[in-house]
């Protein structure tokens, strides 16, 4: 049953005795008035159930990066349209691209830009940008490193740790597995498209933060919205990583996060009301708490 608010009720008790009183008046006046107060009643409950009346499933999957945004958009989302869930299925993003390709999901997710070749069948809506921030161990001397720096370390052309400010030790690279969003983004943006010489590839972006925080000698990347202060965070060329380097691109390492959709298909009410909910200024807030950055506000 429809929760009746203190508004609707007073309105609905407005009416009533509007036509009471007039009804025992008698005459026309009081069957138009009475008329007018129950269409006034019934505007008022459209209006009280305009919002809530989907139901279904709406099915993402893909970026294990954008865990924390589709978990607060997700609890966002249940406030408006209590009927309608949304599933998550954390798989990398490319498999959330090619869910969407294949139609075996409503909404892929993609923690990095479409490929020319991908555009053909989807869609791509950022709805966030997230840096990927370089993580090394807290015990580390090392504090910032430049994109060079990093492309020569991930390599293996700088293979110990002093020939960039840190001790004596040999560098420890830490990465994700192929078909990873971060590895993709990280590896682009550092021109080192499949060259890196990983010691470990891992399959999400914890196991990287866990790894590194166990090795002195390791260097990872992850999203900034799963950083937490188990690790150390390294500017790039004097740059934090942060919402607001990363919104005014002077991080240089950072990418979108994307809704990817298929072209062929209408989505349903409830797959267009959560992209919409998640595009609006609305969803401002929940994306920062998440720990990444919004675009629409």
């Given at each position: 049953m429809k929760k009746i608010t203190r508004r609707s009720f007073i309105t609905v008790c407005g009416a009533a005795a509007a036509a009471m009183a007039l009804t025992a008046c008698g005459g026309a006046a009081s069957s138009t008035v009475a008329s007018s107060a129950a269409e006034s009643t019934s505007s008022s409950a459209a209006a009280e159930t305009a919002a809530g009346t989907?139901?279904?499933?709406?099915?993402?999957?893909?970026?294990?990066?954008?865990?924390?945004?589709?978990?607060?958009?997700?609890?966002?989302?249940?406030?408006?349209?209590?009927?309608?869930?949304?599933?998550?299925?954390?798989?990398?993003?490319?498999?959330?691209?090619?869910?969407?390709?294949?139609?075996?999901?409503?909404?892929?997710?993609?923690?990095?830009?479409?490929?020319?070749?991908?555009?053909?069948?989807?869609?791509?809506?950022?709805?966030?940008?997230?840096?990927?921030?370089?993580?090394?161990?807290?015990?580390?001397?090392?504090?910032?490193?430049?994109?060079?720096?990093?492309?020569?370390?991930?390599?293996?052309?700088?293979?110990?740790?002093?020939?960039?400010?840190?001790?004596?030790?040999?560098?420890?690279?830490v990465g994700r597995e192929a078909g990873s969003g971060t590895r993709d983004g990280f590896e682009s943006i550092v021109d080192v498209k499949d060259s890196c010489k990983y010691a470990q590839e891992l399959t999400a972006t914890g196991a990287v933060i866990s790894a590194v925080e166990a090795n002195p000698l390791a260097v990872g990347y992850a999203s900034l919205s799963a950083v937490g202060d188990t690790v150390a965070m390294v500017t790039v060329e004097g740059v934090e990583c942060s919402e607001d380097t990363v919104k005014d691109g002077s991080y240089k390492i950072q990418r979108p996060f994307v809704f990817v959709t298929n072209k062929s298909v209408t989505l349903s009410e409830q797959a267009q009301a959560f992209v919409d909910f998640a595009t609006s200024k609305d969803a401002a807030d929940l994306i920062r708490t998440a720990g990444a950055v919004p675009v629409n506000e």
């Amino acid at each position: 049953m429809k929760k009746i608010t203190r508004r609707s009720f007073i309105t609905v008790c407005g009416a009533a005795a509007a036509a009471m009183a007039l009804t025992a008046c008698g005459g026309a006046a009081s069957s138009t008035v009475a008329s007018s107060a129950a269409e006034s009643t019934s505007s008022s409950a459209a209006a009280e159930t305009a919002a809530g009346t989907l139901s279904g499933n709406v099915a993402t999957g893909g970026s294990t990066s954008m865990k924390n945004v589709i978990a607060a958009l997700t609890e966002g989302f249940a406030e408006v349209e209590p009927g309608v869930t949304v599933s998550y299925d954390p798989t990398g993003s490319g498999a959330g691209i090619t869910g969407a390709t294949d139609k075996t999901l409503d909404i892929g997710l993609s923690s990095r830009a479409l490929k020319d070749d991908e555009k053909n069948d989807v869609d791509g809506t950022t709805v966030a940008l997230d840096g990927i921030a370089i993580v090394v161990n807290k015990a580390s001397k090392v504090v910032d490193l430049t994109v060079d720096q990093l492309k020569q370390m991930f390599t293996g052309e700088i293979t110990n740790w002093k020939d960039v400010g840190g001790d004596d030790g040999e560098i420890v690279l830490v990465g994700r597995e192929a078909g990873s969003g971060t590895r993709d983004g990280f590896e682009s943006i550092v021109d080192v498209k499949d060259s890196c010489k990983y010691a470990q590839e891992l399959t999400a972006t914890g196991a990287v933060i866990s790894a590194v925080e166990a090795n002195p000698l390791a260097v990872g990347y992850a999203s900034l919205s799963a950083v937490g202060d188990t690790v150390a965070m390294v500017t790039v060329e004097g740059v934090e990583c942060s919402e607001d380097t990363v919104k005014d691109g002077s991080y240089k390492i950072q990418r979108p996060f994307v809704f990817v959709t298929n072209k062929s298909v209408t989505l349903s009410e409830q797959a267009q009301a959560f992209v919409d909910f998640a595009t609006s200024k609305d969803a401002a807030d929940l994306i920062r708490t998440a720990g990444a950055v919004p675009v629409n506000e």
